[in-house]
């Protein structure tokens, strides 16, 4: 691995940068090139995404051009590179993989006038999204790719093209199956799919619903104490959120939704327990009760009241023991 940053070398103008780039790539994965040109390329590979980073980025002492940012985007588009830097990250060296990174944020946030330049020539390679969030099943650059996917999904046309396919529904292994570090990123990474642009997310969850929760339930009921209290926390979010009204009325309309929660209530985590009271709530604070909701708290009235008042007594909290006494009067008036 190359510890130094590349240096003594004069930087390409854009279309031989990005010529160079691509040739040096493709080096990497040819049998026909032996082990010490792979090495050399892949040096070639970390000096060149510098000197591409130096361009959208400057270096300290010279400002970035406006004109050669523009030929350089275009000559990335054309060459379709983010698409093949993100399938071969995991070749590169730990300095190029962040570079990566870092140029993918860069030209995401390319705007002339009214136009997103990479989100529209993105939103046609849609490879280049999935291929971001595969990068989860590969712990080494998992983080690398992390952050390229969540510069991507700050945009309404790619998250949307991730929400609306069947590998959104991967995001539950990856928090599940994956280690601590990358079970976060992709946990990060899910949220922001669901709450950024939360018209587009309120329709899909209104047009996919039971797909959505009949997957949201592995999370909620998750065996990882993080991914359960994340899972539930996010719950409360998009169910308290005024653009998932159509949403929310659905899910606590569900008695079998009602009998999770209060199951949580009494989770042996009181963080749980906690984050369950917030969608438990909703259930009770309906005005509108359904006969089927309405019949589990009356059944369960006694209980409820005795359980509520010793819940949580010690939280100094104004706003949970409002909402706690509020609770109490409700299902005491059932």
Not at 110 to 134: D, M, Y
Not at 135 to 155: F, P, S
Not at 260 to 288: C, G, T, W, Y
Request: hydrophobic share 40%.
């Amino acid at each position: 691995m190359n510890f130094f940053r590349p240096s003594g070398s004069k930087t390409k103008a854009p279309p031989d940068l990005v010529r160079s780039l691509r040739e040096a790539i493709y080096k990497l994965d040819s049998p026909q090139v032996g082990p010490e040109q792979k090495r050399k390329a892949n040096e070639d590979i970390s000096k060149y995404l510098f000197q591409m980073k130096v361009l959208l980025y400057g270096d300290g002492e010279t400002e970035p051009q406006p004109e050669i940012i523009a030929q350089l985007a275009q000559e990335v588009y054309a060459n379709d590179l983010l698409q093949l830097l993100v399938h071969n990250i995991w070749r590169f060296e730990f300095e190029a993989r962040k570079d990566v990174s870092q140029i993918f944020n860069n030209l995401l946030r390319r705007q002339i006038g009214t136009r997103w330049p990479t989100v529209e020539h993105l939103s046609a390679k849609e490879e280049t999204i999935f291929a971001a969030l595969k990068g989860y099943e590969n712990a080494d650059v998992a983080l690398n790719t992390g952050m390229i996917l969540r510069a991507m999904l700050r945009h309404e046309p790619l998250a949307r093209i991730l929400l609306y396919s069947d590998k959104f529904y991967n995001f539950i292994d990856y928090i599940e199956q994956t280690t601590f570090g990358i079970a976060c990123d992709a946990q990060a990474n899910f949220r922001e799919t669901l709450t950024r642009h939360k018209p587009m997310v309120a329709e899909y969850l209104d047009e996919n619903y039971d797909q959505f929760f009949s997957h949201y339930s592995l999370l909620v009921q998750s065996s990882n104490y993080v991914t359960k209290r994340q899972s539930l926390k996010l719950l409360g979010e998009i169910l308290l959120d005024r653009t998932n009204f159509k949403v929310m009325t659905r899910y606590i309309a569900n008695e079998e939704n009602l009998k999770v929660m209060m199951n949580l209530l009494k989770d042996r985590s009181k963080n749980i327990q906690f984050e369950a009271f917030h969608v438990f709530k909703i259930f009770v604070a309906n005005p509108k009760k359904p006969p089927q909701i309405e019949a589990i708290l009356r059944r369960n009235k006694d209980k409820l009241i005795a359980f509520l008042r010793n819940f949580h007594n010690d939280r100094d909290d104004e706003q949970f023991n409002d909402e706690k006494s509020f609770l109490l009067q409700q299902i005491e008036a059932l």
